[in-house]
């Protein structure tokens, strides 16, 4: 089993910036793919991020792509998601997640955080 815990949202205003931790603990012997994923009111859990893992190979949304940046530290057991000029769209629960492949589907995802909500306001 491997637990994870995200931190780091919050309320900022639009163009703002905030970088996300996720942290992993219990049986985290790799290779572990993590992804980031957030999920808006009234809408499905969509793809954000996914990073393999030596970090060799990152794969963006297109809403994101430029704007977030994703990275790990193995040793510390840490995932992190850089976000830079947020918009009003970027609003909704943020959730990593642990795999062994790496894929925009969250059904391919065998481990999830409990979210955390980024609320950016305009």
């Known amino acids: 089993q491997v637990q994870l815990v995200e931190s780091g949202g919050g309320l900022v205003l639009a163009g703002s910036s905030l970088r996300l931790s996720c942290a992993a603990s219990?049986?985290?012997?790799?290779?572990?793919?993590m992804g980031w994923f957030r999920q808006a009111p009234g809408k499905e859990r969509e793809f954000v991020a996914t990073i393999s893992w030596f970090g060799e190979t990152i794969r963006y949304a297109d809403s994101v792509n430029g704007r977030f940046t994703t990275s790990r530290d193995n040793a510390k057991k840490l995932l992190y998601l850089q976000m830079n000029s947020l918009n009003a769209e970027d609003t909704a629960v943020y959730y990593c997640?642990?795999?062994?492949?790496?894929?925009?589907?969250?059904?391919?995802?065998?481990?999830w955080g409990q979210g955390t909500q980024v609320t950016v306001s305009s």
């Open positions: 219990g049986h985290t012997l790799g290779p572990y793919v």
């Open positions: 997640a642990a795999g062994r492949r790496m894929s925009i589907s969250p059904q391919a995802y065998d481990y």
